[in-house]
Antibody, heavy 119, light 107 residues
Framework: EVQLVQSGAEVKKPGESLRISCKGS????????INWVRQKPGKGLEWMGR????????NYSPSFQGHVTISVDKSISTAYLQWSSLKASDIAMYYC????????????WGKGTTVIVSS | DIQMTQSPSSLSASIGDRVTITCRAS??????LNWYQQKPGRAPNLLIY???SLQSGVPSRFSGSGSETDFTLTISSLQPEDFATYYC?????????FGGGTKVEIK
């Protein structure tokens, strides 16, 4: 079965660092870009960025550039989304999604990771 | 960056109604336009890609049309399981932006 399995919910304090993960299975992980999408409570979807596991090439949305880092370990078919210093405004659900190489649609999604930042 | 504008932001409809949602891109994206459905507490699910191609497993009552800057998602006969929020997304060039969403509610 083709799937993306995301790490569990996180509760952190402002200023702390965090890395969440997205593990692919059932497909050739290195052949598909992995995207990250944010959804704040009660709001819409925001595209954050993506990574090509074959060479770690990344694209970021200007809205997220410099605030998050997307990385990958293709040896274990896992992509990561990382913060060095969390803010209360980072409270959200974060989804990873596989991007089809044909027309770049997001055809497989993880279930999401909830990030809560509270002092 | 390409901006995506959906309308309406919400609508009320009855079972069996024909529903149309529109999406406009701020520049020509050819047919690099995708539609997703999201139900509360769930991840989004791909419905339509490349403007008019139905994703495998998606019911045929869903259809998409359009090109360049103007696109439409149509549900031919609304079913109870279709009450959800729908998003368009351009995949022409990064950042791969989403529309603001259309919430389809029960009348």
């Amino acid at each position: 079965e083709v799937q993306l399995v995301q790490s569990g919910a996180e509760v952190k304090k402002p200023g702390e660092s965090l890395r969440i993960s997205c593990k692919g299975s059932g497909f050739s992980f290195s052949s598909y870009w992995i995207n990250w999408v944010r959804q704040k409570p009660g709001k819409g979807l925001e595209w954050m960025g993506r990574i090509d596991p074959s060479d770690s090439n990344t694209n970021y949305s200007p809205s997220f550039q410099g605030h998050v880092t997307i990385s990958v370990d293709k040896s274990i078919s896992t992509a990561y989304l990382q913060w060095s210093s969390l803010k209360a405004s980072d409270i959200a659900m974060y989804y990873c999604a596989r991007e089809s190489p044909h027309r770049y649609q997001l055809d497989v999604w993880g279930k999401g990771t909830t990030v809560i930042v509270s002092s | 960056d390409i901006q995506m504008t959906q309308s309406p932001s919400s609508l009320s409809a009855s079972i069996g109604d024909r529903v149309t949602i529109t999406c406009r891109a701020s520049q020509n994206i050819i047919t690099f336009l995708n539609w997703y459905q999201q139900k509360p507490g769930r991840a989004p699910n791909l419905l339509i890609y490349a403007a008019s191609s139905l994703q495998s497993g998606v019911p045929s009552r869903f259809s998409g049309s359009g090109s360049e800057t103007d696109f439409t998602l149509t549900i031919s006969s609304l079913q109870p399981e279709d009450f959800a929020t729908y998003y368009c997304q351009q995949s022409y060039s990064p950042p791969l932006s989403f529309g603001g969403g259309t919430k389809v509610e029960i009348k």
